[in-house]
Structure formats: C-alpha cells, structure tokens
C-alpha cells in the first residue's frame, strides 16, 4: 500500500514537475520584450517564381538552416510579406528579369533595410551579376552549388540581416536615450541659465547695498559735525543735489504744534524764492501735515492735478516734476523735504533708494540736535527764601521737577 502511494506521489511530482517547467517557460516568454523575442523568433523567407523541384529543394535547405518558407509565384507578393510579416529573406528565381526585381527590391530596402534579397539559379555571367547587386541583391546562389555551399550562403545571409536588424534597433535606442538627453540636457541649460542669472542679481543686488551702505556712511560723516539747524541743513541739502543734480529744494520743519510748518531752508534752481513764496506757503500750510504722518516718498510726474486740488495759480509748477518725503525718527517727523524742477529733466528712479536710505540719517541728527538745544535752555531752579524750611525743601523739590 505504500508503494503504491510512493508511486502514486512520484507520478504526481513528475506531473507537477512538468506543468511547473511548462508555467516557467510560458512565464518568461510572456515577458520577452518585444525587440527581444523578434530576433529570438526563427527567421523568414519568401521564395518567388521557383518551380516544383526547386522549390523542394529550396524548401529543404532553408529547413536545414532553420528558417520558415514560404512559396509565391509573382514578385508582387513580395510587398504584402515584408509589411505583414517579420521578413528576414527574399529568395528571387533568376527567371525574374532584373526590370520586375529592381524596384520590388527598392521599396523592400525603403521598407525594411535589413532583409536580404538573394538570386538563385544557374551561374550568372558578370554583366547579369552587375545588373542584379545594382538593383539591391545581396548574392547569388548557384543552383548547381553543392548544398553545404547553399546552406553557408543562406546562413551567412540570416546572420547578416540579423545583425543589420540588431543594429537598426541599437541605433533606435540610442536615438531615444540621445532625445531624452537633448531634453535633459535643455531643461539642465535652462537651470544653469535660472542660476547664472540668479547669481548675477545677487551679485548686483550685492554691490548696490555695498554702495548704498557707502553713501550712507559718507552722508552720516558729513551731518554728524554740524550742531546747528542751518548748517545741517545746509550741508544735507548740498550733498543731494550732488546726487539729483540742480534742481528746486525746500526742506519745511516742524513747528509747536503737529500741523504747523515752516520753511527751514530752500534752494532755487530755475525758480527764485519771490516766485516760489505762494507755493511754498501752501506746501507748509496744506501738504507739510499730511506728508508728515505718512512714511511714503511722494513722486508727481504731472503736477497739473496736484496744483489744482491746492486751490492756487502755482505757474511755479507748470511742466514741473514734484518729489516729496518726511523725514521720521520714531514716531516724530522731524522734516518734510520737497524737490521739483521742469519735468525734461526728470529725477531718475533710483532716487527713491537713495532717499530712503539717507532720509532716516538725517531725521536722527535733527533728533540729537533738538535734544541739545532742549538741554541747553535748562537753568538752574531760583530757591524762593521766606524762612519756612520745610516750604523752601518742598520748592526746591518742584523746581527741580520742572526742570527735569
């Protein structure tokens, strides 16, 4: 009985075996690639305008070599096989004249390069032969050959399509991976590009601050030795127009009060002061306290709205381009500054970066010399002597606050 299974189990396992190498083999040729199981698959002929006993023949040679056939009567069947088909061979009957074979054998290399065009018959004469390798035939079998001869030739003829096939493919590949490298090589370009451009706006960027970082400290230099209001002024508006180039400059400071405004300081370029006066008694009046809360720089390319909306004929401003800002420290405008001249002369752009830059400069020096003038007026409290002791420590004790 339990032989008997033994059997039973080595019949199974033999079976199991067997369906199990059968699944394997169908498993790797279901994921052959489909370059890959075109050249493993056995190769093809097409044989035409061959009579019954060469064909046999023919028929048995390519069967000794291991390449399939098949049998037509016209040349015209040619086309339908090589489109149709995996073609690898096309066997021609020398009967076929080099007229019909010739442009069969063009559209076949247009086609598909890699099949071989063949000749069979008897040994050709050298003219025949000429005529036929210009046409696009790849050899010629002698019929009266031997079939060891004839099995070289045809297999030689495989080999060579093959390879042709094999290399056609490579090329194609190497046609792909060259698009896919153009692509990533353009998009690598373009990052370069992104970078390099990057780079030199950093780089730019960079030397602006270092020269902006310059003129600042050249500006503080300057301001920072004069302890007077006019001389500060004087000196600020003087290193301006050396960066704006002449124009028309009023600088209006605070007063008492958060609207009241005078003018501090002005200088006329092509426009004197007694023409100027309305204007600049408007601009304290009206403008100075409205510019004073913002911290925007104000830029009038046409003034022609802006001297409207004040309510006078300010001829001063006719064609004229208008630039004002505040100076703030902290929370306290320490000046209002107004430049405007005729507007073919137009203040370039950077201007804006310059005076935001050195505007804070200046409202921090103004700062320190308002705090040493305030200092400056503080006296020494008067002690009042009415004999009370206790009265005269609290007085004193008052007047030093006052001081404070």
């Keep these: 009985m339990s032989l008997f299974n033994n059997d039973n189990a080595s019949d199974n396992m033999n079976s199991d075996g067997e369906d199990a190498s059968e699944r394997n083999r169908q498993h790797n040729t279901e994921h052959v690639p489909a370059s890959a199981s075109k050249s493993l698959a056995r190769p093809r002929a097409v044989c035409i305008g061959f009579d019954c006993i060469a064909s046999a023949r023919f028929a048995d040679a390519l069967e000794h070599v291991g390449v399939d056939s098949t049998f037509e009567a016209d040349i015209a069947c040619a086309i339908a096989h090589v489109v149709g088909e995996g073609l690898d061979l096309l066997i021609v009957c020398d009967s076929i004249s080099v007229e019909q074979l010739t442009p069969v054998a063009a559209q076949i290399h247009r086609i598909a390069p890699a099949v071989k065009v063949l000749v069979a018959g008897d040994a050709p004469t050298s ?79 960079a030397r602006e601050r270092v020269d902006e970082a310059a003129i600042v400290g050249e500006f503080r230099g300057l301001i920072s030795q004069e302890l007077d209001v006019e001389d500060l002024l004087r000196t600020s508006l003087q290193y301006l127009l050396t960066k704006t180039g002449a124009t028309n400059a009023a600088v209006f400071l605070p007063g008492s009060k958060p609207t009241q405004f005078g003018l501090g300081a002005y200088v006329h370029y092509d426009c004197p002061r007694a023409s100027a006066q309305p204007l600049l008694t408007t601009l304290a009046e009206t403008v100075c306290p409205k510019i004073a809360i913002t911290d925007d720089i104000v830029r009038f390319a046409d003034t022609e709205q802006f001297v409207d909306s004040l309510g006078i004929g300010a001829t001063v401003l006719d064609d004229a381009e208008l630039v004002a800002w505040p100076a703030r420290h902290g929370d306290e405008c320490m000046g209002v500054f107004f430049l405007f001249r005729n507007k073919s002369e137009p203040f370039a752009d950077e201007l804006a970066g310059l005076i935001d830059a050195l505007r804070p400069v200046f409202a921090a020096q103004m700062a320190k010399l308002v705090r040493i003038h305030h200092r400056s007026n503080f006296a020494w409290p008067q002690v009042q002597d009415n004999g009370d002791e206790s009265d005269d420590g609290e007085s004193d004790g008052e007047e030093w606050r006052r001081a404070a």
């Excluded at 297999?155 to 290399?167: F, L, P, W």
């Design 127 to 205: 003219g025949r032969l000429l005529d036929a390798l210009r046409a696009g035939v790849s050899d010629w079998i002698d019929c009266q050959s031997k079939d060891a001869e004839i099995y070289t030739r045809l297999e030689a003829a495989v080999e060579q399509c093959r390879a042709e096939r094999r290399r056609d493919e490579r090329v194609v590949r190497l046609k792909g991976i060259c698009r896919k490298l153009s692509v990533t090589r353009s998009e690598f370009s373009k990052h370069v590009d992104s970078l390099a451009e990057g780079m030199s706006n950093a780089m730019l960027d």
